[in-house]
């Protein structure tokens, strides 16, 4: 998009052309999300511009939506942590898609060690991811493909955060709950799903209204 001088004018006049061919399509789209919404996917992606939920092709109130640099689910992070519970409790998402994406700004970063400022706050998420898979990164000589691999583990590492979370828990148990793994590759706009092996260490974040254990 161009810096003209009427910046909104022209944002509104593609979102008006983009409405208008929306509601031709699909006629009762706008209407029935005005009631309210009932997404079956809740999207956790980067924020980087190349990588949004559009390559879904899917259409307004199909996905509910959270992007953040290198897409991360710290367990600190109250933004993260409250869309999860809003999605699952709330909304009764059936799945969950983790995605990354090939060329990350936030993995080169961390594959790095030069200081970024606040971003290195962030950013010290993904070092951990960097720091446990250490052996296995260092063993790739070529860089991009170490890249890959990193950005691959990242989307595995945050699988296994959100799959720790309460009411992920407690959905999946139900049975009414799938957790998925993905990379979007910007060179050719496709999706790679990711094999994500059980997390050994789940057990440990069941919790129950009573510690029977300590009694």
């Given at each position: 998009m161009s810096l003209s001088s009427d910046f909104i004018g022209e944002l509104l006049q593609r979102n008006h052309a983009w409405a208008d061919r929306t509601d031709k399509t699909n006629p009762d789209l706008f209407a029935r999300n005005a009631k309210g919404q009932s997404p079956q996917i809740l999207w956790i992606g980067c924020s980087d511009s190349r990588a949004g939920e559009g390559c879904l092709d899917l259409l307004p109130g199909d996905v509910f939506v959270h992007r953040n640099i290198a897409n991360l689910l710290p367990y600190n992070d109250l933004s993260s942590l409250?869309?999860?519970?809003?999605?699952?409790?709330?909304?009764?998402?059936?799945?969950?898609?983790?995605c990354g994406h090939y060329e990350c700004g936030g993995a080169i970063a961390s594959l790095g060690s030069k200081r970024l400022g606040l971003l290195d706050n962030w950013l010290r998420n993904l070092r951990d991811v960097r720091a446990k898979h250490k052996d296995e990164l260092e063993m790739i000589p070529d860089f991009h493909e170490r890249l890959n691999r990193f950005i691959?583990?990242?989307?595995?590492?945050?699988?296994?955060?959100?799959?720790?979370?309460?009411?992920?828990?407690?959905?999946?148990?139900?049975?009414?709950?799938?957790?998925?793994?993905?990379?979007?590759?910007?060179?050719?706009?496709?999706?790679?799903?990711?094999?994500?092996?059980?997390?050994?260490?789940?057990?440990?974040?069941?919790?129950?209204?009573?510690?029977?254990?300590?009694?």
């Amino acid at each position: 998009m161009s810096l003209s001088s009427d910046f909104i004018g022209e944002l509104l006049q593609r979102n008006h052309a983009w409405a208008d061919r929306t509601d031709k399509t699909n006629p009762d789209l706008f209407a029935r999300n005005a009631k309210g919404q009932s997404p079956q996917i809740l999207w956790i992606g980067c924020s980087d511009s190349r990588a949004g939920e559009g390559c879904l092709d899917l259409l307004p109130g199909d996905v509910f939506v959270h992007r953040n640099i290198a897409n991360l689910l710290p367990y600190n992070d109250l933004s993260s942590l409250s869309v999860v519970q809003f999605a699952v409790d709330v909304l009764k998402v059936k799945h969950i898609v983790i995605c990354g994406h090939y060329e990350c700004g936030g993995a080169i970063a961390s594959l790095g060690s030069k200081r970024l400022g606040l971003l290195d706050n962030w950013l010290r998420n993904l070092r951990d991811v960097r720091a446990k898979h250490k052996d296995e990164l260092e063993m790739i000589p070529d860089f991009h493909e170490r890249l890959n691999r990193f950005i691959e583990l990242n989307v595995i590492h945050q699988v296994h955060n959100v799959k720790k979370l309460v009411p992920v828990i407690d959905a999946i148990a139900e049975g009414r709950l799938q957790v998925h793994g993905l990379v979007y590759d910007v060179a050719n706009g496709r999706l790679k799903p990711i094999d994500v092996p059980d997390d050994p260490h789940v057990e440990h974040y069941h919790l129950a209204e009573d510690d029977g254990d300590l009694e």
